[in-house]
């Protein structure tokens, strides 16, 4: 089981390290705490051992030493939150708290330093070099979310941070395009026609390869609303927003991905309101198959997408097989949308690949860490 070390210091945000520390553990994830004497007035340690799986107030070098030194039995530092004092020390190389020389002893045997700075915004202004200097040391430093005058710690961003410092590397220097969500086709300027996905399938996959070190791409009208590292979101409406979208990004890629559903047909749009008295005959044309328009000009690795209705399991396999075929497609993930709908949060899909056939079922974030495990075994 993989170990964290998680420091708490004294700020107001260390009420939230109760809740990435139960998170983590829900990760799988062995948490041991370590806090300040200033965390204390903030936290109790009755909650943090609640939380975690051991909790240290003690300035004890040896056992410091034990965690993250070198073959020490921790993975990873992460401070959450990490004050500016703390964060300051930590640069200038002074360790006269519990966090502080956990920071240089994980520093100084080559163990990963995660960093997650809350304060108000006039501090954090004034530690910006401290922070730059932290970078160059080798330390990680997860940007805060801004809010009015205040830097505060995003949990949801500490967790992935964690979890691609934690991941594997077989993306490491690749660059992956991925697609998710649906098109709007507009039939006037306010109105228009879709369908029902919700593009969590393909944000997942796009968090999965930026796990394992990917420089990621996300084309999506329904995209994650994160600010990670690597991680470049363009976001479309419509089928045509969507594939001009791929077409510019294809340059260097290494593995495209189609997880969206865009339309399968555009509307001759009206340029003003229709009017709700007037009957109304829509004229509709066949959309470009975003797929087929980058076969055109990409002959890296492609993982295509197929939904379908009302399908026996044999029959969705053949029509899993027939896209791969036709489109030259190293995988297709196909599923019967009727089943369970659009827009869930779990699913049951069919990967094909031209050597296997297997059935994956759950929650969409670990059917696609299986999508990628099955891309890696096949494809290295």
């Keep these: 089981m993989r170990e964290i070390v ?31 004497e200033n965390a204390k007035r903030f936290v109790t340690l009755d909650s943090m051992r609640f939380a975690c799986d051991e909790v240290i107030t003690d300035f ?25 004092n703390t964060l300051s020390k930590i640069a200038n190389g002074i360790a006269d708290t519990n966090v502080t020389l956990m920071a240089l002893t994980a520093l100084g045997s080559g163990k990963k330093i ?22 160059e040391m080798g330390i990680e430093v997860i940007e805060p979310r801004f809010e009015g005058l205040k830097a505060k710690m995003d949990v949801e961003k500490i ?12 993306f490491e220097g690749k660059r992956v395009v991925v697609t998710s969500g649906p098109t709007f086709e507009f039939i006037d300027p306010i109105r228009f026609i879709s369908n029902r996905s919700s593009g969590r399938m393909g944000n997942e996959l796009a968090l999965e390869f930026w796990r394992r070190k990917a420089n990621v791409v996300l084309i999506s009208s329904k995209p994650i609303d994160m600010n990670l590292p690597n991680f470049k979101i363009v976001r479309v409406l419509s089928v ?47 959309a470009p198959k975003i797929i087929k328009e980058v076969r055109k000009v990409y002959d890296g690795h492609v993982i295509g997408f197929k939904a ?7 029959e969705l396999v053949r029509v899993a097989k027939d896209k791969m075929e036709e489109d ?12 369970r709908g659009m827009g869930t949060l779990d699913t049951r899909v069919v990967v094909v690949t031209p050597r296997r056939v297997e059935w994956i079922c759950g929650l969409k974030r670990d059917v696609a860490r299986r999508i990628v495990d099955i891309y890696v075994e096949e494809y290295g």
């Design 60 to 84: 004890d070098k040896a056992y410091h030493v034990e965690k993250l030194g070198f073959n020490g039995s921790a993975d990873i530092l992460l401070i959450a939150p990490c004050t500016a």
């Design 240 to 286: 045509k927003d969507m594939l001009d979208a791929v077409l510019r990004e294809m340059e260097n890629c290494d593995l495209f991905v189609c997880a969206s559903a865009p339309s399968d047909f555009v509307v001759d749009k009206m340029d003003s309101k229709i009017k709700t008295t007037e009957e109304l005959t829509l004229k509709l044309k066949q």
């Design 114 to 135: 995660l960093i997650s700075p809350a304060m108000n915004l006039a501090l954090y202004n004034a530690v910006e070099d401290k922070i730059e200097v932290l970078r």
């Design 328 to 339: 030259k497609l190293e995988m297709v993930v196909a599923n019967d949308v009727k089943e």
């Design 6 to 36: 998680l420091g708490v210091t004294g700020s107001v945000s260390a009420i939230e390290s109760f809740r990435i520390a139960r998170e983590l553990k829900r990760r799988g994830f062995r948490v041991t705490a370590v806090l300040t």
């Design 159 to 170: 967790l992935l941070h964690v979890e691609r410092a934690l991941g594997g590397n077989e």
């Design 308 to 314: 379908e209705t009302g399908l026996s399991d044999d």
